[in-house]
Structure formats: C-alpha cells, structure tokens
C-alpha cells in the first residue's frame, strides 16, 4: 500500500486528517499541566514527632533512634536523614523513583507501631508522604499578617482564626498533601506552683503533678438495673475555673487546695521561633505537595483560595495572607521563554528555507507541516502523563529542526522532479518515494538514540524521559507528516514551476572539490585519518569536567544567618532583626537603590533566614553585595551566608552542592573535625559557598544536672521524683490533657523564673525524710555546653559540610579536589569507626553519568543494528557512524569557545544537546550512504555515484542543517531561567 499515493489522489481525506491531528493536539496542549521541570525529587515520607521542653541529646536517645531502628529496613528506602533540634525531631526517608508510595507508606506505619512507647508527654508521630516535604521543596510558602499592625504583636491571638479557617481551606487544595503551621503555639493550662509554699506546707512538686493526672474522667462501664441500662461515668475532672478546688494534699488533717500553691491559667506555650513579613510579625504556614502533584496548576488553586481569606474572614480582621514565593511566576516567565523562542526559532527557519526554495507556498507547506508533527507530540504527552515544562519544550524546540529535515527532503526532491518536467502529482509521489527508505531509516535512528533514556532510572531518567518521548514522537509523526499530508499540499498547492537553483554553482563546485581530493586510496585514508584523529585528539585535550545541573536562577536573594549559641529569641529579635529591618526599611520604602520589593524573616533555634526579593531584576546582583557589606555585616556573634536563590531545588545549592558527611559516634570530635574541614574548603576556594550542618558550635550553654544518689536516698526522694522537680523549674511539667468539648489543653505545672543558676539551685523541695531541701543540696550542678541540632543519616550520627562551589567550577572538578586534598585531611583526624562520605549532587552526578555512558553505548549498538538491517550492509552502517567523532569534537570545541564569552558547564542539560547533535549527523549521512547507494544499483561507477550524491544531497543537507541551527539559535542567544 502506498500511502503517499493515497495522501496525494485523495485530498480532501488528507485534509480532514490533518484538521483532527490539529484539534486533538490542540485539546492535548491545553490540558498539559505545566512546570518548570519534570519531578526531579525522589518520593520521600517524614515522619514527624514533637516533645516539648525537650533538649536534642534526649529526642535522639528517646524517640529518634528507637524509630530508625524499626525504619532502616523497609523497601525501597534509598537513604534516611534524621534532624533534630529543641523540641522536635525528624526523619525524612527517600524512596527509589517510581517506588508504590502507598506500599512504603503502609511499611513506614506498620513499623512504626513496632517502635518503643514513647515518653509520656511526647506527641504521637505525624507521617506525611510527599515529593518536597522539607526545606526549599516546599509547594509553598506563606504569610499571614497585619500590614498597619503593631510591630510587637504576638500573631499568637489569631491562633484560633488560622485553625479553624485558613487551615481547613489551604488542606482542601488539590495536590496538597499536608498544611504546616509553623507558627503554631499549643495551648495550655498553666499551673503556677510557688515553690517555697509547696516546700513550707512540705507538699512535693510530684504531688501536684499526680494530683492534676488523677483529676480526668473514667468510664464505668454499664450497668443493668431492672428494665434499664445505665452508662456508668466517672467524672473526676475539674472545670478550668474550678481547677483550684482540686486537692494536692492534706496537712494536719486538713486538704490543701491547688488554688494555694498554685495560680491556674489558660494561655499558650512560650515560642520558640518567629518570623516577620517587611517587618511585621507573621504567621509561617508551608504547604508540602503530594507525589506527583503539578506546582502550577496547585499555585492557581491556591490563589483562588487566597483571594477567598483574604476577601472574606481575613479581611474582617485587618489580615493578608500573601505567598512568601511565587514559584509559578518564575515557571510561567521560563515556559514564556521557551515558546517565544520555539516561534522565532521556527521563523528564523522559515526565512532559511525560503531563501533556498524561492518558492513561498513551497516554503509555507514546509512550515505549517511543522505544528502537525508537534501536535502528535503534545498528544503523547498528555498520553502518558507528562507535563510541559522546560524540558520538554526544548525537545520541541530540537524536534522543529529535525522535523523540517523530513519536509525539507520531501519538498526539494519534489521540486528537482518538477524541474525535469514531471507533472505536480507525478513529482509529489515519486519525490517522496525516493527519499522514503532514507527518511525511515533517519527516524528509525533518531528513534534508538532515545530510546534507552526512557529505561535510565534516576534524575537523569526524570530528566531526559519528556525529551526522549517529545522528539521520538515528533519526529515519527513527521515522518508520516512529510510522506502524506506534504506532498498532496505540494501536489494541489504548490506552482511546479520551480525556479533555477541560485547556488547549483557551489554544488557543482563542492562535489567535483570532494572528488578531487579522494582520488587515489592516499588520499582517503589521509583524510579519514586525519579527520577521526584530529576529533578523538580535540575530545580528549578539550573535554570539559562534567556538572549535575544548571542553576535556574531567579529573581530573589536567600540569606542564611548561623546565631550566636545560647541566645534567648527577644534577644534576636530586638539586638540582631530590629537592625537588619532598620537597615532594609530605606530599601523597602524606595528612599535608597536598589531597592527592595519585600522581605521575610524565619527565625527558630540556633538558625535564621532572610528571604528578599529585590524591586528590579538588575538590582539582583546589587544587593546581594549590599547583603553581603552592609546589611547583614557587623551583627554580634552572626555568620551569614547570602545566595541567588534557585527554581531547581534538588538540593540547597540548586542541584550544584556536595554533601561530604562526616559520621561516627563522638559528636564533638565529629564538630572537631569537621571545623578543621571548613578551614581547609575556606583556603581551596575564595569565592565558595561552605556551611555546617548542624552548626559547629557545641556551645549551646547547657546547665548539666547530675543526681547525687546518696542524699537523694537519705531525703527518700528518687532520680524521677528530682527530674520532675528539675523539668517544673524550668520549661513545665507535662501534667496530662484537658477537653472542654472543642478544644484539647496541654495541662502543664510550672515554677517561678529565675535569672541565675545560683537562683535555679536554691529552689526548695519538699522531700518525705529530710524536709525542705535545696536543688543544689540533691544533685550537683555542672555549667557547660551543647549541641543546638543533631542530624543523623543512615542510621549515624553525622555533622555534613555543605559545599556550593564557585558557579565557574564543575562538581566533577570540585570532586576531584575534594578527595584528592580535603578527604585524606579529614580521614587523617578522624577515630577508628568514623567515616567520610560525598553525598548529594555528588553521588548523583556520578550515578547520572554512568546511566548516562552505559545508555550511549546501548543507543550507537541499537543505531548499527538498525542501519545495518536497512542498508543490509553492517560496513554502510559503519561508515555512517563515523560522523560522531567529528560531531562530537565539533560540539566540545564549540563550548570551549562559547565559553571565552559565556561560562556554560557540560551538566545533564549540556549533554542533551549533544545526543540530538549525533541524530542529526546521522541523518545527514545516512542520506548521502542511501543516494549513493540507490546510484550503483542503477549501474553508476561508485566514484561517479559519490559524487553525485554529493551533488544531488548537499542542498538538502545544507538545508536541513542551516534551519536547525536558526532554530535552535534563539535558545542561545536569549538565555534565562528556560
């Protein structure tokens, strides 16, 4: 069956064809969700748990451990990074790509429940599964607050507001898969014991705490009496207001009520963190995305939800609720790119074409053929789930190129036919037929280079998958596109009369050029030598060092602050970020340049983080300096660390940090040597990025409190009973839970402040054999110092140097340096046991370019098997696979140069390039193989027939490669974010 034929005798049918492949492509595009890049973060499930008043040393004995020992062993797991910090802990599990994630979530609970209890005032685990459910991954982020609101509010008050209406509308969103509050503060019923009472009427502090946890109501159970049933209940709890009247004891015969030891009431729990909106205290709230959720089309519901609070209950309350960072308006702006690129791309080679074919109904069948073959694009991409985003336009930006090849073989040979006098419909069929066998085998061939990618697992596999399947879809569909619907336009549109080829001269001079030169056996084997010696020569002394991925930067400046260990948070807010919005406000109010378009403050324990957003784009640069030398500089005790901030958030470099991990079981060694490390990364390079985490201060002030068992037995008290005195005189007691019917209280017993340890060790207790005694009389009281945060990963304790290297410096260049100088220092210091470990984009790059080697090999074995069918001939086959050496070192040797201007690194984005550079250089080849083929078996002497081929093949060749290059030429020469 000859479908061209077919195509061409039966235009109307041609017609409708193209009008559906046009409208369901169209329907297809338009449905695409959209991103910036495929989903490049492994499917991941935290698992939350929260113990207040708790130091990190105790979470990590207590509560995290027991629970990575159950968690270690679940399937699929691909690594296990533990963070822990005052009152909470943390595990985040990262899963293979393509993992069941409701399998490893029903793993994750089902082991939980084989953990340890936990402590009794410790909060039961929250396991939330996710892609992004920690840092910078974040969906998004959020800020409540009062525009014209008093800058020392506690945002606390609308505690009640965010709960009951924000939160419940943010959680109804599409695609989210938890809301946090960041902010929340519990409640809490606050028992204010006075100590020297307690002490004089001899009641412990234990006594209190038993009393209030006796205090709840119990079920009895039923009853039958007679006809009737009795639900028998127990209430034994107190009203908040009669709290009071509840009896801690009895003294000479008489009870001693709550009410006079202690004042009773109702608030929040103190904070621990805080955080500002251009200088106004803010609610943090962070929406984390489910697997697989689209960030576009989430940001779009969630802006619809934001206009709804902050037109209605917010509104009524002075509040905006406002999103900390837009992520879909970077998105947007880089697909905006990209297409505006991919259209003047395609004009560009619009105007190539017409100024070889001088024909312009010619040159328009080539260039509406085009939107056919992306249209079978878009369909396979809604097909199979894909999104559009920057990758796959850039494969439709490719796949113009290699698609107008097709047309572009089609409708020259077509118009040399109607030159030598065929008729329009006779020419249309046989042009097309000519090439057909050719044009095959050039798809076959683009087909195999990708095919593999579609099997590489992994980020790389993420990556490439939406380009393999955009350009081998587009470039099938052109095929079809270019044997059917193009030559029956050619045949009922196109004028033959087709004028003289102005550059038929050069041709002519280029073959007899070529056959010149090949005369004698010598001489081809000199050129072929020559010119596959001097590609492997340019490769190897011009490789460059291999990079992970680019950075995708936009438009805001992240600032990370290290705090002075030890310091209360009002001393943070009022000595440190009362001078750095002071020195912003100039900025912000637009009295000073560069100015500043908004801001926001996160502060916690031990860490903090400005997050800017400049008013212009060219006042990014500016004011990272200005960051750098005046606003962040000169702050006691503060260590900033001030970065672009990036769309491709793999890691918190962007997909450009290494993780070297230093794990082993003494911590302080650990910090030890890792701030040995830090000063050596500090000499390798200047103008590198380098952080701890946790931070390298084990001077976090600690007051150690060690029992003295011997007067603890003669006072008849024990280590708990001493603990729990110890925990009252300090953050509270937990003490059990209270319900009024709507909301849970956290019950807690509290003691008076104290501004000194020698205060906090004159605290008496009421102990049953030696009376009153002071907290320095039973335990001894040690001043030194601790660890703010802890982190463990794989089931170690581990202190990990982050490293963003200078943005003119490769991973794999940085890598090198970092075993070759750093790593033997630091293996030196560390014990025996303690290891050191590259992690991160590190183990990435190395895992991508071995996928990446293996799957090339895979894809050249693929294309001589294919070719060698075709040609049936594995020796034509050889010969076409030896243009990729050139091709290669042609590419090498063009980034080298491009580089004398602009720095480009060879990162996994780089080496796309090349793979669609090889199935253009094949094709081309192929081309001149098949003609010259085709011209011996009609009887031509081979020295004749390659030159001819050479003649006949070197427009379309010139053709083909000329309108890819001005296609592709946009995408270079207006760089941004796509």
Do not use: C
């Not at 976090?700 to 007067?711: G, M, N, V, Y």
């Not at 940085?814 to 984009?841: F, H, K």
């Amino acid at each position: 069956m000859n479908i061209t034929r077919m195509a061409v005798r039966n235009p109307a049918a041609t017609l409708v064809v193209s009008l559906l492949l046009l409208g369901f492509g169209t329907l297809a595009l338009f449905r695409l969700p959209i991103q910036l890049l495929p989903e490049l973060t492994p499917p991941r499930i935290g698992i939350y748990t929260a113990w207040r008043a708790a130091a990190p040393e105790e979470i990590e004995e207590q509560i995290i451990q027991p629970q990575e020992r159950v968690l270690r062993n679940i399937e699929g797991v691909t690594s296990m990074v533990s963070s822990i910090s005052r009152d909470e802990g943390y595990i985040e599990l990262n899963f293979e790509i393509g993992w069941d994630m409701q399998k490893g979530l029903i793993d994750v609970i089902t082991n939980l429940n084989q953990a340890p209890p936990l402590p009794g005032d410790a909060e039961e685990p929250i396991v939330a599964a996710g892609a992004g459910t920690t840092g910078n991954n974040a969906a998004a982020t959020l800020q409540l607050y009062r525009p014209d609101g008093d800058k020392t509010m506690d945002m606390v008050v609308y505690e009640d507001l965010v709960e009951t209406v924000v939160e419940p509308r943010l959680a109804r969103i599409p695609g989210v898969a938890r809301v946090r509050l960041e902010s929340q503060r519990q409640r809490e019923i606050a028992v204010n014991i006075d100590p020297y009472r307690l002490a004089g009427m001899g009641i412990a502090i234990e006594e209190v705490a038993r009393a209030l946890r006796r205090a709840t109501d119990v079920s009895g159970g039923f009853a039958e009496v007679g006809a009737r049933q009795y639900t028998v209940r127990f209430a034994g709890s107190y009203g908040i207001d009669e709290l009071g009247a509840l009896v801690v004891g009895w003294r000479n015969g008489q009870p001693v009520y709550l009410r006079d030891v202690a004042e009773v009431r109702t608030g929040w729990m103190e904070r621990n963190s805080f955080s500002r909106r251009n200088g106004q205290p803010s609610y943090y709230i962070r929406l984390e995305r489910g697997n697989g959720a689209n960030t576009v089309q989430l940001l779009d519901n969630l802006k619809v939800a934001l206009d709804e609070l902050n037109a209605g209950p917010l509104a009524r309350q002075n509040l905006k609720l406002e999103l900390s960072f837009d992520a879909s308006l970077h998105i947007r702006r880089a697909i905006a790119l990209v297409q505006g690129n991919l259209l003047l791309g395609l004009a560009l080679s619009s105007m190539v074409l017409f100024y070889f074919l001088r024909i312009m109904r010619a040159t328009l069948v080539i260039a509406l053929s085009i939107p056919l073959s992306l249209m079978g694009a878009f369909l396979a991409l809604s097909a199979t789930g894909h999104s559009l985003n920057v990758i796959s336009l850039a494969g439709l930006a490719f796949a113009v190129g290699l698609a107008m090849d097709a047309s572009i073989i089609v409708q020259e040979n077509v118009m040399r036919l109607s030159q030598q006098g065929m008729s329009r419909m006779e020419a249309s069929e046989k042009g097309a037929a000519e090439v057909a066998m050719a044009l095959l085998s050039s798809t076959l061939t683009t087909v195999a280079i990708f095919m593999p990618i579609l099997f590489i697992e992994g980020v790389e596999g993420q990556l490439f998958q939406d380009l393999a399947i955009t350009l081998s879809v587009a470039v099938i569909t052109s095929l079809v596109v270019s044997l059917t619907i193009l030559p029956a336009a050619t045949a009922h549109f196109v004028s033959s009369d087709a004028p003289d080829d102005p550059l038929s001269r050069f041709w002519d001079r280029l073959s007899d050029w070529l056959g010149e030169r090949t005369l004698t056996y010598k001489d081809r084997r000199m050129w072929i030598v020559s010119i596959l010696g001097f590609s492997v020569l340019a490769s190897v002394l011009f490789m460059p060092k291999v990079d992970f991925l680019p950075r995708a930067d936009v438009d805001a400046i992240e600032s990370y602050l290290e705090l002075p260990p030890g310091t209360n948070l009002d001393m943070v807010e009022r000595e440190i970020f009362a001078v750095i919005e002071k020195r912003l406000e100039p900025h912000y109010k637009g009295e000073k340049e560069p100015g500043v378009r908004g801001y926001n403050v996160g502060v916690g324990p031990g860490w903090a983080v400005v997050f800017l957003y400049p008013a212009k784009p060219e006042g990014v640069e500016p004011m990272m300096d200005l960051m750098r030398e005046e606003i962040l500089a000169d702050l006691p005790g503060v260590e900033p660390y001030v970065q672009r901030a990036s769309m491709i958030q793999v890691d918190a470099g962007g997909g450009r940090s290494i993780a070297i991990d230093i794990r082993g079981a003494d911590l302080e060694t650990l910090m030890e040597v890792a701030s040995a490390g830090m000063d050596k990364l500090r000499s390798m390079w200047d103008d590198a990025t380098s952080w701890a985490q946790p931070a390298l201060a084990m001077n976090q002030p600690e007051l150690r409190i060690l029992p003295d068992d011997k007067r603890l037995g003669q006072a008849g008290i024990d280590r708990a009973q001493l603990a729990d005195a110890v925990r009252t005189l300090t953050d509270g007691l937990f003490a059990g839970e209270y319900f009024d019917g709507n909301r849970r209280y956290d019950v807690i017993v509290h003691g008076p402040r104290w501004g000194t340890p020698e205060e906090f060790a004159s605290m008496p207790i009421a102990t049953p054999l030696a009376g009153v005694q002071k907290v320095g009389e039973l335990a001894n009281i040690d001043y030194t110092v601790g660890p703010v945060q802890l982190q463990r990963v794989d089931g170690l304790r581990t202190v990990t140097i982050n490293l963003l290297p200078p943005e003119h410096v490769t991973l794999e260049e940085a890598l090198e340096r970092l075993r070759a100088e750093l790593g033997p220092e630091i293996q030196a210091l560390l014990p025996p046991g303690a290891s050191i470990r590259y992690r991160g984009s590190a183990d990435r790059l190395e895992q991508a370019v071995n996928g990446m080697l293996v799957n090339f090999v895979i894809a050249v074995l693929i294309l001589f098997a294919i070719m060698a069918a075709i040609f049936r001939s594995a020796w034509d086959s050889l010969l076409v696979l030896l243009v990729m050496p050139p091709a290669i070192a042609g590419g090498i040797i063009a980034l080298k140069i491009f580089n004398l201007f602009s720095y480009q690194s060879l990162d996994m984005l780089t080496m796309i390039g090349f793979i669609i550079l090889l199935g253009l250089v094949v094709n081309n080849a192929i081309l001149l193989v098949d003609r010259t083929r085709q011209l011996e078996r009609e009887g031509v002497e081979q020295r004749q027939a390659i030159r001819d081929a050479v003649r006949m093949r070197a427009r379309p060749i010139f053709m083909s490669t000329l309108t890819s290059i001005f296609g592709m030429l946009p995408l270079m020469l207006m760089p941004g974010v796509g």
